[in-house]
């Protein structure tokens, strides 16, 4: 029944975007900045290494979204593969709540895959290193792969590529010492307590200290209840370093983590602010925890820390309004914010708000208020990259199904698909990038040509080039290769 009550609270929020953004869309036209001034030509660059949803047809498992993604090369091995953690089918769950009433065990759930890309056999070749149908019965609870970290396990030295998963319940933690398909082994199972509420592991990353430290949210970040959890593992056991949201009842989730200047940097949702603490520095891992960031800024409508990522020697945080438009709080439609850490823990806001003066110039949303997070964050070859999703393509798909979900506002979807005029930017995800955390500039704006692209979830630099994944629900997530 929570399962139900979630897929239902996020299929009815679809209607609350149409209603805010189409509003917003059609009343406002924002004054950004030029977005297409340094706009780098870099597509004859780009090759695409799966085929959407990663089989033939895109159709076989409904691989909506590349939730995490790794290089991992195990210890000893002279070469390290490229591994995807599939989320499925989204979208079929929504429609089905929508249009066919679906509820509960009903629900079409896709148990979620982890795929490794085999170049050394083709040119778009995946193979299935492990299936979640293959260890757990109709009805799925496990919907997808959505946390990986690379960690030498202090208990023993080995090196493992852990990930996590997200569940109607008890998400679990699993590992491989090769990656290999059959060399899986679920290590951990979070516990069902009612106050926490624990339903998803966001955060992983392996800190100074020798451990590898995990992030809690639940299931569905803007339902009332729960709180943020942080938990460490030294390979063998599993121990909870926060239990209480850092004292905050309203920090729900703690959506993200980051090792940076000896310390680890934990970014929350919270839909009065977002907040960012500083933990477990190796100057004295027994202090309490410091707050660095609360209060979204001074942007009540920044909701969440969407990614994290250390480069020439700040913190960047990336922001985000769950879902693009909170039907809780009623905030957003609002772009997404950039702001960087300094190592004496001042902050610096680089694409924001104009009053915030921000550094780079940007307004908030890289001057589109419809990038809604800064998804994701890599470094490749000395710039950091920067993903995000553009909402604007799930609004033009409300319009197409309005009459089977929602046929009072027909009349404006029409308004917002038909005139094209009224998108001040392309339908897809965009990607930026930037040599110095100041000066950025966009390498594409359209999602790689295609607007089902519409978000750039995730972002990995390799010794073969920067991989990107996609997050497509209505024509199947893709693989992209910057060479």
Excluded at 182 to 207: A, C, D, L, N
Excluded at 406 to 418: E, Q
């Amino acid at each position: 029944m929570r399962r139900f009550i979630t897929i239902l609270l996020m299929s009815s929020v679809s209607l609350f975007v149409l209603i805010g953004a189409g509003l917003f869309v059609a009343t406002h036209r924002p004054h950004y900045l030029p977005r297409y001034v340094s706009l780098v030509n870099t597509a004859s660059e780009f090759r695409r290494v799966a085929p959407p949803g990663f089989d033939e047809d895109g159709r076989a498992r409904l691989a909506d979204s590349a939730w995490s993604m790794r290089y991992f090369r195990p210890d000893g091995a002279t070469t390290g593969y490229l591994y995807v953690g599939t989320d499925n089918n989204i979208l079929g769950l929504t429609m089905a709540v929508l249009r066919e009433r679906k509820q509960g065990l009903d629900l079409p759930v896709q148990p979620p895959q982890i795929r490794r890309y085999r170049p050394d056999l083709g040119p778009e070749r995946w193979e299935v290193v492990l299936d979640y149908a293959d260890h757990e019965q109709p009805p799925y609870l496990n919907e997808g792969f959505r946390s990986m970290g690379i960690y030498r396990a202090k208990i023993n030295g080995r090196t493992y590529l852990y990930a996590g998963t997200m569940a109607a319940r008890n998400p679990s933690v699993w590992r491989s010492v090769t990656g290999d398909p059959g060399s899986w082994e679920k290590v951990f199972t979070f516990p069902y307590e009612p106050e926490s509420q624990i339903g998803s592991i966001r955060g992983m990353i392996p800190h100074d200290d020798g451990l590898l430290y995990m992030s809690t949210t639940r299931s569905g970040d803007i339902l009332p209840g729960g709180v943020g959890q942080i938990w460490a593992t030294d390979g063998l056991t599993f121990t909870r370093v926060i239990t209480d949201g850092f004292g905050n009842p309203n920090n729900t989730g703690i959506s993200s983590l980051a090792s940076f200047n000896g310390c680890l940097y934990a970014g929350t949702y919270n839909p009065t602010g977002y907040e960012v603490w500083k933990l477990r520095c190796l100057s004295d891992p027994e202090a309490p925890p410091q707050p660095i960031i609360r209060g979204g800024t001074g942007y009540r409508q920044s909701e969440a820390v969407m990614s994290m990522r250390p480069f020439e020697g700040h913190l960047y945080v990336g922001t985000g309004i769950p879902l693009g438009f909170n039907p809780v709080t009623r905030h957003g439609p609002r772009g997404c914010d950039v702001i960087r850490i300094n190592p004496d823990d001042s902050w610096e806001v680089v694409v924001g708000p104009a009053r915030s003066q921000p550094l780079s110039g940007y307004r908030a949303g890289f001057g589109w208020y419809l990038n809604v997070y800064c998804w994701y964050m890599q470094e490749h070859e000395g710039r950091l990259y920067l993903g995000t999703w553009d909402m604007s393509r799930t609004i033009a798909f409300l319009g197409e199904e309005v009459e089977s979900v929602a046929p009072p506002f027909k009349p404006l979807l029409n308004y917002l698909v038909v005139r094209p005029q009224v998108w001040s930017s392309p339908m897809g995800g965009d990607l930026y990038r930037t040599a110095d955390g100041v000066h950025w500039e966009p390498v594409f704006l359209d999602g790689l040509n295609n607007p089902d692209n519409h978000g750039i979830r995730t972002l990995e630099s390799t010794p073969m080039g920067l991989f990107v994944g996609t997050e497509n629900p209505f024509t199947r997530l893709e693989i992209w290769l910057l060479r």
